[in-house]
């Protein structure tokens, strides 16, 4: 730690010194020539001007001095506050500490930096601070880093990213989308907006771009350059072929499998540089490059401690038990020496198995077959087989080695590769040594050996990762190529560790020659700016790397002397370090060691690093045995081999070997490489003799050098832009920020050198107009006159900095020194400090005089209201007396009145109580005397009854006797007739016939029996019904009888208290009557309870409806929430169906264009293509009119069974008409590709007719069964038409005299039936009303019961049976309403089939044979039209098929609202529906159908070429629901009848059922809704953020938005109005085409939830838009747009819950953000932000200077604490602006009768006929 600090800090004092320093090299610089200088005396003159306790400055809290930065060795920089003045010469410097400890800080050769203002830290760009420095740009990454969670900030052209350990929601599509388009500096940063920067720069000037991503391993680069390729396919999409986005995608795991590993660092880092090189033609991807640099082959064969070896090892290894892999001999990694080096196995963030599934789909995407990823897991199992052969020393000298025979690794090795063991056992232990004439075998030693097989095994790999990348570059090189493209450039960083070897030397090589691209780029863009606005400029010297450049690659440079020793037979490290010393120790960039070894030291850019010689040489060599690779190479000819452990896999010769090691040696990308924690101590050289055609083999630094000559050349003929990936701590934890580890990358990635050469000019600049708006307050008034921003800038400029060389101003801006901005904002704060004091003192002024006035307002007020109180005191005192005495005399008369009342209600009490008792007694005189008269009426009758039974008895009592004296002599003549031969033959002769009749007639008898015992049993069963409902009935009147009885008792109960009351005496009464009122006054105080009881009991009750309602409510709410899920998902699936029918429309026009490019010489084929639209609608309806014919061919059958008149017929063509097969087999000349359509159309149209008939199946079942008196009717129409269908036997007179017959027959049992039905309804309807009178009866016998029960008693009994008999009264009365309804709507059936009879009689009388057989001609040629009845309109247009295409051409196709002023903007939907009535008319469901179904696609290709018209769009979707609307309004279902009138009602719809043609005209709606809200939004979305963000409808607030961040210099394109304007216009249009009020607000509200959550998503990604101002305007502008809403009418369209987002978004940038208690505040206010929102809008706020604090990180924390107890989970950053709500399309009943349409000239309908 020690160490590192003292290298920290050397590296930091000479980084100070270097701003001073200018050993080599000139740079642009404007003004002066000592530009650190210049800076740090102006920072001397503001130290002696900022004393203690004169101002806020360097965003200090409160009054003190200034703050200043300190060196720390554990924060690097440390804030300090000076405390004491400052005076030039002094040596020490007064400081204190932020923990308030005090420091005497000595000044040695300058000045400590100032901390720049609190407005300016934490800024986008660091190039915008004011005082531009090491701590500076620190303290401003660690604050974003930390406090506003962000990772990515500008530093000039470089982007710097720091790697958060965590995933962040920043990279989702939705993001991609948002930064497409916009400039670099118009949202946050990111590496998004790099990468739009680089693509808008190629499309915009046609020059290639490429993006440098560099850091250490574990800092993001491979994360990084995957996020560049996934926007740049993202955004350019792909041109031709769809996949190519997937296979640039696709690569990444490929190469993140064979070139990654586990380091100690990163748990996958990147062990190559590549360069991808991403091609573009017209904007879009065609193609990519992949080139490599620096693979580190040595990881193949030793990894350090905690490291693993390349993925893929460990993929194959997790992976052996696959049925595929169970040849290679594989098994756990820990069983392999490659592999198990390491003692890591495992990575804890990786799946070894799921990832090598993504490596071979992977694969599959780019084309390599299965059998070449076999065979390449093949060689790369045999590497692993090849590190575990053992080789064995043959004495302890070690001059022989060996290996055993038996070996099993070896066997798998050779069994792998093809190759013979021997060969390989003997030059594993053995060399060729090659003489003039002779050739020797030297053997090898055990360490040689090895080597020699670690060498091979690294070659192997490096063949099989270059085979690799051609592969990868061969499936993504396009066949047309590119005019431009963009390279990402991933490569590592600069690395200095403990041990730094030959690697680190290549890779610090690299980062020299990058990091001087870097510079002159840099220089050429600040040269740039100052001559585009014309600021003088001179050369000044600067710290220029080319002399370390020099000395690595120069002539006797490192290299070169690398190269020369590596040619000597005996070159060795240590004879290199020594050339080295002696050519390179004047050098002032080379060092040499004061340790004895052999190292050396360069001094680069980014410090010094010190190189230990051990392994250069032998490393830059790559020796490789030629004789083990000649084996590799002989293999690909030798012999089939079969594996010893997969039988089954036949070896043969291998494609892969050969295409490996067809080339002598490696390509110039392969080379040896490097490892991150130092190098492997490298083992003895073998001293092997090489081939002459190794001799002549590049060294890997030869090959290093000009592949990276070659990649400075690729990057300088681009554009470059730079991503700076930073490692924020080596422990790999989220959000923790190492200083010091920072600090070591900034200074190596060159971030510090852009922060330097900034400085060294003008760092801050602003446009004329941002000046003016911040520093407005410190223009005078007299400055302000001139119309001019660049003279008032420049005249306020001078007046207050004073000194001309601290600024320039250019052409559009004006230039600041360093430092010059944070006095101007001491000057501003000061200026804005007296301003606020102003006010404060007249505000307390005038809040002082408002107190006065208002305390004496409220005296002379109290005085008031004193003195009234005390006058209506008294005036109260007189009007009680004066009540007093008012309310003793009517006391008085109270009481007298009350006396004489009583005494009168006593009197008329006994009156009527003696009225009652004569009254009742006659009553029941009167009962008896009618008793008496029933009964002799009953006696008398019985007596008649029994004389009359007597008589009939004695009557058949003599009948009997005569007949049994008539039977016997009648017996006694058929005995003696039997007796006689006669008769006796006559039987014999039919016994046999009779025995054959009885049998049969006995057959029958069982049957009728069967028949008659069933019919018993179901008798006997509704007998026990009814049985058992007697009994019940009879039970029931018991019941009324005993109830009978009780009202009996109860009427004679009076009778006896009559008779008791006549005994007692007057007196008695009285005590009784006195009695009862006591009892009615107990039974009164009973009835109270019972009442408070009741009404307890009703309140309960209704609190139980109260729930049940509250229930009901949230089942409704659930069911109302699942109707609109399920109305989502059709929508969606309407959406699909869109967009596979587009998919279809496309495939066809395709065909359609193949078949006229192949069929354009033949004359036939152009007039085939010049019919094909009405040869694919005869197609299409061809299919469903034979399907309607064979349905009612089946119903004619049916008929004719039960008739025996019906035949079949087959309708005979006008002409000839080619069907689907005469089309397809007279089409074999065509290509297959016609042939596939025309196929494709067949099962098409098959499949909609199986539809059709499906859905016509299920209506069927569906629908009631018809009443029997329709079957005649029914079987006369079928007989009818089917006699109008057979032509050929319509000639025949017999036929035609039958038919005849048949149809007077019909007629007759048609009437027959009739006459039974109506008879039977009148005896139905006389039942109802005798059922009616009965009832009424009934009901007046029960109210008579009523008034007696209630005139004699009042029980509480008796009051329950008459409610229940009321009850019982209603139910009978509902019945009897019901049986009425269901009699009328039998009688209108009745009128309705008496006036079809009558219809048919006439016309069956009017028209005769010869008429019927020329109606049937008809009929062939054209749809059958059913005469109307004369002088009624029946409201439709009649009109032939061949007219369907006219008809569509007329009124959709053509069809232009503008050409038909004052028409209805949905008159084309009424034709059509007038259309559809007349083929419902003529029962024609075919017709109707295919003219829907054409009007259905006319639509769709109209919107198809107009889908950006908003007008056309909006047109034929109010066209479209009208139509729908009409097709249910007269349809058969009654619930769309309600606002009909009657003579709507007329014109329903009789024969077609339209529910199939509502299903397809609801889903074109649901269509056409969806291309609406597309087209508005695209109108909408440019202006929406420059609308609701960018503009400033409340002047002046743009002030106090902080400097420094990047904005847009032109003024919005679009405003506030203009939007207000455009939704107007949207909903003009909308009423204009005669849409629903509801569809337009779903419309409006699905616009507004667009420009919410565009512009939530903008907020959120704009840090300049979080502030208390925008927030001001940001609720100005919504209030705008709710006043609109109101203004329109649109408060109920659902408009302010989707903006209720974007509302508080608002609120939360202007509330309180300090305590706790804000935090409790702000979290109940943000109900419907997502917390991940609110905790970015917190980290983002700016606040603004001099009036509010940055919010602590704490009460950020509190915040996410208090929305994690709150419940609310995670969700997405960002709002979908593609979800679309469920449109509901309301049913609205047009009020416009049909026959009252006017259809205008100009449509040309001539041909349609109004009937």
Not at 4 to 13: A, E, G, V
Not at 905 to 926: C, D, E, K, N
Not at 988 to 999: A, F
Request: hydrophobic share 35%.
């Amino acid at each position: 730690m020690l160490q590192n600090y003292f290298i920290s800090t050397r590296c930091l004092q000479r980084g100070n010194q270097g701003w001073q320093q200018s050993p080599a090299g000139r740079v642009l610089e404007a003004g002066s020539t000592s530009p650190m200088g210049a800076s740090w005396s102006l920072a001397q003159g503001y130290l002696l001007r900022l004393a203690p306790g004169s101002c806020k400055f360097g965003g200090r809290k409160g009054h003190g001095g200034a703050r200043v930065w300190i060196p720390d060795c554990v924060e690097v920089w440390r804030v300090a506050e000076i405390t004491r003045g400052y005076k030039e010469g002094d040596a020490i410097l007064h400081l204190q500490l932020e923990d308030g400890s005090a420091l005497a800080y000595p000044i040695e050769f300058q000045l400590p930096p100032l901390c720049n203002p609190d407005c300016l830290s934490g800024t986008d760009d660091l190039v915008a601070l004011s005082y531009l420095h090491e701590p500076a740009v620190l303290h401003s990454l660690r604050r974003r880093f930390l406090e506003a969670n962000a990772i990515y900030t500008y530093c000039g052209i470089i982007l710097v990213a720091i790697n958060p350990y965590k995933p962040l929601p920043i990279y989702e599509e939705e993001v991609i989308y948002a930064y497409s388009g916009h400039e670099m500096g118009g949202m946050d940063p990111h590496i998004f907006a790099l990468a739009e920067e680089a693509y808008k720069q190629m499309v915009r000037f046609g020059k290639n771009q490429s993006l440098i991503i560099s850091g250490e391993s574990g800092a993001g680069k491979t994360v990084s350059a995957k996020y560049a390729m996934r926007y740049f396919t993202t955004v350019g999409g792909c041109l031709g072929d769809s996949s190519m986005e997937e296979k640039v995608l696709a690569s990444s795991p490929i190469m993140e499998a064979f070139g990654n590993a586990k380091t100690t660092r990163n748990d996958n880092s990147s062990r190559f540089g590549k360069y991808i090189e991403i091609g573009f033609s017209q904007m879009h991807v065609t193609g990519a490059t992949i080139k490599t640099y620096l693979l580190e082959k040595s990881r193949v064969t030793f990894q350090a401690k905690a490291e693993r070896n390349y993925h893929i090892f460990y993929q194959l290894c997790a992976s052996a038990t696959l049925p595929e892999l169970q040849g290679l001999g594989l098994c756990g990694a820990e069983s392999f020496h490659y592999t198990r080096q390491g003692q890591c196995t495992a990575a804890q963030s990786t799946n070894d198995a799921a990832d090598l599934d993504s490596t071979r789909h992977a694969f599959s995407l780019l084309g390599v077959p299965e059998a070449d990823q076999l065979e390449l897991f093949s060689i790369l199992a045999a590497i692993l087989h090849l590190g575990n052969i053992v080789v064995r020393g043959r004495d302890r000298r070690g001059d022989g080695c060996f290996v055993e025979p038996a070996d099993e690794a070896l066997g798998l090795f050779c069994a792998l590769l093809g190759v013979e063991a021997s060969q390989v056992m003997r030059w594993l232990c053995h060399s060729k040594l090659v003489t003039a004439g002779e050739t020797y075998l030297k053997p090898l030693s055990r360490q040689q050996a090895l080597d020699s097989r670690d060498a091979l095994a690294k070659h192997m790999y490096g063949q099989v990762f270059r085979w690799m990348v051609s592969r990868i570059n061969r499936a993504l090189r396009s066949l047309e190529g590119h005019h431009t493209s963009i390279g990402i450039l991933d490569i590592y960083g600069f690395e200095m560790f403990e041990l730094n070897s030959f690697e680190q030397f290549c890779i610090n090589y690299a980062n020299e020659k990058l990091q001087q691209l870097f510079n002159l780029h840099v220089f050429k863009l600040e040269q740039e700016e100052y001559v585009t606005e014309e600021i003088p400029w001179v050369f000044v010297d600067f710290c220029d790397n080319q002399p370390c450049i020099e000395l690595i690659e120069g002539r006797l440079g490192i290299l070169d002397l690398l190269n020369e020793e590596c040619k000597m037979p005996q070159g060795s490290d240590g004879s290199w370090a020594q050339k080295l010393y002696q050519t390179h120790v004047s050098s002032s960039h080379f060092q040499k060691p004061k340790r004895p070894m052999d190292a050396f030291v360069v001094c680069h850019f980014a410090g010094k690093v010190e190189y230990q010689c051990d392994g250069f040489v032998e490393k830059n060599r790559d020796a490789v045995p030629e004789e083990l690779v000649g084996l590799l190479r002989a293999s690909k000819v030798s012999n089939a081999v079969t594996s010893p452990f997969h039988p089954a896999w036949p070896w043969q010769k291998s494609a892969l070997l050969a295409e490996l090691f067809l080339e002598e040696g490696d390509g110039p990308m392969s080379l040896q490489s490097r490892r991150s924690s130092g190098p492997r101590v490298a083992g003895r050289p073998s001293r092997r003799s090489l081939p002459s055609s190794q001799k002549s083999k590049k060294s890997i630094s030869s090959q290093f050098k000009a592949s990276l000559n070659r990649l400075m050349e690729t990057l300088g003929s681009t554009t470059a832009h730079y991503i700076r990936c930073i490692k924020p701590n080596d422990g790999k934890q989220p959000f923790v920020f190492d200083c010091r580890r920072v600090v070591e990358q900034l200074r190596a990635c060159g971030v510090l050198e852009t922060i330097r050469i900034s400085a060294s000019g003008y760092p801050s600049r602003w446009t004329y107009q941002e000046f003016l708006e911040r520093y407005r307050a410190l223009v005078s008034r007299e400055e302000l006159m001139g119309t001019d921003e660049k003279q008032i800038c420049s005249l306020a400029l001078e007046r207050l900095l004073q000194d001309p060389s601290k600024y320039q101003c250019g052409k559009s801006k004006v230039f600041f020194r360093a430092g010059q901005v944070a006095y101007l904002e001491e000057l501003r704060y000061r200026r804005l400090r007296a301003a606020c004091t102003l006010l404060q003192r007249h505000l307390r002024g005038w809040l002082a005089r408002r107190h006065f006035g208002q305390a004496r307002a409220a005296a002379v007020c109290l005085q008031r209201h004193a003195r009234g109180m005390l006058a209506r005191r008294f005036a109260r005192t007189l009007r009680r007396t004066r009540a007093a005495v008012m309310l003793q005399k009517t006391l008085r008369m109270v009481l007298a009145r009350r006396s004489y009342l009583r005494t009168r209600q006593a009197v008329i009490t006994i009156q009527a109580f003696a009225r009652g008792m004569f009254a009742r007694r006659l009553y029941q005189q009167m009962v008896w005397h009618q008793k008496a008269v029933v009964i002799q009426a009953a006696v008398r009758g019985w007596l008649a009854r029994t004389h009359y039974a007597r008589l009939r008895g004695a009557v058949i009592y003599l009948q009997c006797c005569y007949r049994r004296v008539r039977a016997c002599r009648e017996l006694r003549r058929l005995r003696v007739e039997a007796r006689s031969v006669e008769r006796y033959k006559q039987l014999h002769r039919g016994m046999e016939i009779k025995v054959i009749q009885l049998q049969c007639r006995l057959d029958e008898q069982a049957q009728e029996k069967q028949r008659l015992m069933e019919q018993l049993s179901g008798l006997n069963n509704a007998h026990a019904e009814e049985v058992q409902r007697l009994q019940a009935e009879m039970q029931r009147l018991r019941e009324d009888v005993a109830r009978d009885a009780q009202v009996q008792q109860l009427r004679e109960r009076p009778a006896e208290l009559e008779r008791h009351s006549m005994k007692s005496c007057l007196g008695q009464e009285v005590e009784e009557l006195r009695q009862r009122l006591a009892e009615v006054e107990a039974t009164k105080l009973q009835l109270g309870e019972e009442r408070d009881a009741l009404i307890q009991r009703m309140l309960e009750q209704s609190q139980d409806l109260e729930e049940q309602h509250q229930r009901a409510a949230r089942e409704s709410q659930g069911l109302l929430q699942e109707l609109e899920e399920e109305r989502a998902r059709y929508q969606s699936l309407v959406q699909e169906y869109t967009r596979l029918e587009q998919g279809y429309e496309n495939l066809r026009d395709e065909v359609a264009f193949h078949r006229q490019s192949t069929l354009r010489r033949s004359p036939s084929s152009e007039s085939f293509l010049g019919s094909e639209s009405s040869y694919l609608s005869s197609m299409s309806t061809a299919p469903s009119r034979d399907g309607s014919d064979q349905q009612a061919e089946a119903s004619g059958d049916t008929g004719g069974d039960s008739g025996g008149l019906e035949e079949r017929w087959q309708p005979v063509p006008e002409g000839p008409q080619p069907s689907g097969e005469a089309v397809l087999n007279g089409g074999v000349g065509q290509d297959s590709f016609e042939k596939a359509y025309l196929l494709l159309l067949g099962q098409l149209n098959t499949i909609s007719e199986e539809l059709a008939r499906t859905r016509e199946e299920l209506r069927r079942a569906k629908a009631p069964v018809e009443p029997e008196e329709r079957k005649p009717l029914d079987f006369l129409k079928r007989r009818m038409l089917g006699l109008g269908r057979s032509p050929e036997k319509v000639a025949v007179d017999d036929d035609l005299k039958h038919a005849y017959d048949a149809v007077q027959v019909a007629n007759r049992l048609l009437a027959s039936q009739l006459r039974e039905e109506k008879q039977q309804h009148e005896e139905e309807v006389e039942g109802l009303h005798l059922d009616i009178c009965s009832l009424k009866q009934l009901s007046q016998q029960q109210a008579a019961l009523i008034q007696d029960l209630q005139r004699h008693q009042g029980q509480e009994g008796l009051q329950h049976h008459v409610l229940r008999l009321k009850e019982e009264n209603w139910e009978l009365a509902q019945k009897l309403e019901k049986q009425e309804r269901t009699t009328l709507k039998l009688q209108k059936q009745l009128r309705a089939y008496a006036k079809q009879i009558q219809e048919l009689t006439v016309k069956r009388e009017a028209t005769g044979p010869a008429q019927e057989m020329a109606a049937s001609a008809v009929v062939l040629s054209r749809p059958p039209v059913v005469p109307s009845l004369a002088g009624l309109s029946q409201a439709m247009l009649a009109w032939r098929m061949e007219d369907e295409g006219r008809i569509i051409k007329a009124i959709v196709t053509d069809y232009k609202p503008q050409s038909n002023p004052g028409a209805l903007p949905d008159l084309p939907a009424y034709i059509l529906f007038l259309c559809f009535r007349h083929a419902d008319h003529c029962c024609d469901e075919p017709r109707a159908r295919s003219l829907l179904d054409a009007a259905i696609d006319a639509i769709k290709r109209i919107m198809k070429k107009h889908s950006d018209d908003f007008d056309v769009v909006a047109l034929w979707l109010g066209n479209t629901c009208r139509l729908l609307n009409c097709l249910r309004q007269y349809s058969q279902d009654e619930s769309y009848w309600q606002g009909n009138t009657a003579r709507q009602n007329e014109h329903r719809l009789r024969n077609v059922d339209p529910q199939s043609s509502c299903h397809s005209l609801g889903a074109l709606a649901v269509q056409l809704y969806q291309q609406l809200i597309r087209t508005a939004e695209k109108h909408l979305k440019p202006m929406i953020v420059a609308a609701m963000l960018e503009s400033e409808p409340i002047q002046g607030l743009s002030s106090s938005c902080p400097p420094g961040h990047r904005r847009s210099l032109a003024a919005p394109a679009h405003t506030l109005p203009e939007l207000l304007q455009q939704l107007g216009s949207f909903r003009a249009a909308l009423d204009r085409h005669g849409l629903a009020p509801s569809v337009g607000h779903q419309a409006l509200r699905q616009l507004l939830f667009l420009v919410s959550g565009t512009t939530l998503n903008y907020l959120l990604l704009r840090k300049d838009t979080c502030s208390w101002s925008r927030g001001i305007q940001l609720r100005y502008n919504i209030s705008q747009l709710e006043q609109w809403l109101r203004a329109e009418g649109l408060q109920q369209s659902g408009a302010h819950e989707v903006l209720e987002p974007l509302v508080q978004a608002a609120q939360l940038l202007q509330v309180k953000k300090v305590t706790e208690e804000d935090a409790g505040a702000l979290c109940s206010l943000c109900t419907v932000l997502s917390p991940q929102q609110v905790v970015k809008i917190l980290r983002a706020y700016t606040p603004a200077v001099g009036l509010e604090e940055r919010i602590s990180p704490s009460f950020i924390s509190s915040v996410e604490q208090l929305l994690d107890q709150h419940g609310r989970g995670p969700s997405q950053l960002l709002v979908d602006t593609s979800h679309l709500f469920p449109v509901h399309l309301p049913f609205t009943a047009s009020p416009l009768h049909l026959d009252e349409l006017r259809i205008p000239d100009a449509l040309d309908l001539a041909f349609l006929v109004r009937l």
